[in-house]
Each structure stands twice: as structure tokens, then as C-alpha cells.
């Protein structure tokens, strides 16, 4: 009698652990601009009331479509491929839920303050390009590109602000990741610094 007693209370405890009813997951979507990992959301278990119990099985992962993006090899993180859509999946037995991943990579990179791509400087001049990471006409406020310069003899660049050193050209690229823009910079010679403005071509830059 003793044993089927606690064989009785042995059932009632385990019929009594919180079932897991359901997954949460934050945040619920996200957009990226880089093919860069990043974590996967954190995921909450819930039972039927919506209360956080605990789970003694290991989430699963699982992403698709896979051109979009994969799950890293180290079970952690997702890596973006390519611009689209892609929904990352939380398992846990017969319960999931997903993740919205946006994934839209930038197309070019614009440079202003040279008109037509190109910039005519004074000797001692100097002048300020801008320059934008952009996807599909739209900039990306948080892609910053990297400037420099093919002659750093004749001008030099440093976020954009562009200096006369010498007499000649050079090129000034903003790049960002295999994307770049460029801006062909020449330098007047001093012997002939008056006449600069008369002698530039249409379309050209002239910073003295």
C-alpha cells in the first residue's frame, strides 16, 4: 500500500511541471546591410498562461530560404547572403517560432561636392566631399566609408576633406566593402594659378 501511495505522489508531482506551450522570441524581426554575422534572438519559453518556465531540451534552429542566409557553423548566429528575406525558426519539440530577417545589402557608394567627378583645386586649396552607402536610392546613415588617395603627394583626403599639396592629379575613392566611388582632384601649378578659373572645363570644381 506504502508503494502505490508513493508511486501516486510521484505522478501528481510530475503532472504538476509546467508544460512548455509556446516560444517568444526577441526581437521578433530585424534588417541588416552587411553580410556580417549576427546572434540569433533570444528565446523565452512559455507555458499555456504565458508564464516563462524552464526546458530542459536544446532549441534547434533552421533557416530558410538558405540564398538568403544560413545558420553559422557555430549554432550561434545567421549569416546574411543576399538581399531578400529570410525566416530563422526556433524548434523546441512540436512547438516553434520564427524570426523575420530583412536583409538588404547596400549598391553603391555616392560621393557629393564634385561635380560631374571631378574637383579642380588652387595650390593651396582645399575643398569637402561627402559621400553615402546606399541601397536603392537610399542612404545608410550607419555605413561609414573609407577615403583615400592614389597620389597623396598631389592631395591628400581624411573623412572627406580633401587638401592641395602639389601641382598635378589624383584620385580620391570612397570605398566601402567591394563598393567605391571616385573623384578625380587636380592641383593647379602656381605658375599658372591665376588663370585656373579661365582654363577649367565645364563641369569641373574649382575650390581656391
Known sequence: MKNVALIGVLA?????????????????????????????????????????????????????????????????????????????????????????????????????????????????????????VVDNGQAVESLVVTWSSSDPAVATVADGSVMAVAAGTSSVTATWGALSSTVVVTVADPAVAEGVEAGVPAGDTVVQ
Open 12 to 132: 501528481l508531482g510530475a503532472g504538476c511541471a509546467p508544460v512548455p506551450a509556446s516560444l517568444s522570441l526577441s526581437p521578433a524581426a530585424d534588417k541588416v546591410h552587411e553580410v556580417t554575422p549576427l546572434a540569433l534572438p533570444s528565446v523565452e519559453v512559455l507555458d499555456k498562461a504565458g508564464t516563462a518556465v524552464a526546458s530542459h531540451e536544446a532549441i534547434s534552429w533552421s533557416v530558410s530560404p538558405e540564398e538568403v542566409a544560413k545558420l553559422g557553423d557555430d549554432g550561434a548566429t545567421v549569416v546574411p547572403l543576399a538581399d531578400g528575406t529570410a525566416t530563422v525558426t526556433a524548434n523546441l519539440g512540436t512547438i516553434s517560432a520564427s524570426w523575420t530577417l530583412n536583409v538588404a545589402l547596400p549598391d553603391a557608394v555616392n560621393i557629393a561636392g564634385a561635380e560631374g567627378g571631378a574637383l579642380s583645386l588652387a595650390p593651396t586649396g582645399s575643398a569637402m566631399l561627402t559621400a553615402s
